[in-house]
């Protein structure tokens, strides 16, 4: 399997576990690491809908909790398996961790973070 193959495999899989019941919008991640693991993540929302959880966000905590890293590879989906692409908060989470070269699947092919956050504020920002 190729690893966009493997990527929206795993996005599909994880989109399952997704904690919708407010907007019945189920939403998986998945990147690859550039030490080779898969992350994953699904949407949590709350009671309290402002305080809902993206998929991205479980994706980068498991990212950090299990080591750390640099992605090099992201997709995300619907609930119906469909590419979506990250809302605009979670791309700078993507960048983050990502930075401009990170690739993505969208549903117009694949775009580098670089394309889909043009312009971006990053850690270099801060950096002097
Ligand atoms: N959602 C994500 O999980 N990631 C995105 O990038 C877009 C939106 C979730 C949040 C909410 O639970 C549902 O989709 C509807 O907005």
């Given at each position: 399997m190729g690893r966009w193959d493997e990527?929206?495999?795993?996005?599909?899989?994880?989109?399952?576990?997704?904690?919708?019941?407010?907007s019945d919008?189920?939403?998986?991640?998945a990147a690859l690491t550039a030490d080779g693991r898969i992350v994953v993540g699904?949407?949590?929302?709350?009671?309290?809908?402002?305080?809902?959880?993206?998929?991205?966000?479980?994706?980068?905590?498991?990212?950090?909790?299990?080591?750390?890293g640099r992605l090099t590879a992201f997709c995300c989906v619907d609930g119906s398996g469909r590419?979506?692409?990250?809302?605009?908060?979670?791309?700078q989470l993507l960048w983050e961790h990502g930075g401009?070269?990170?690739e993505l699947l969208t549903p117009l092919?694949?775009?580098t973070m670089a394309e889909?956050?043009?312009?971006?504020?990053?850690?270099h920002d801060l950096m002097g």
């Open positions: 990527l929206q495999s795993a996005a599909r899989e994880i989109s399952g576990h997704a904690y919708a019941p407010y919008y189920r939403v998986g991640a699904c949407n949590v929302e709350n009671a309290s809908y402002g305080l809902t959880l993206c998929a991205e966000c479980g994706l980068i905590s498991q990212l950090i909790a299990g080591g750390g590419l979506i692409m990250p809302c605009g908060r979670c791309r401009a070269e990170l092919g694949i775009r889909i956050l043009p312009q971006a504020f990053g850690p």
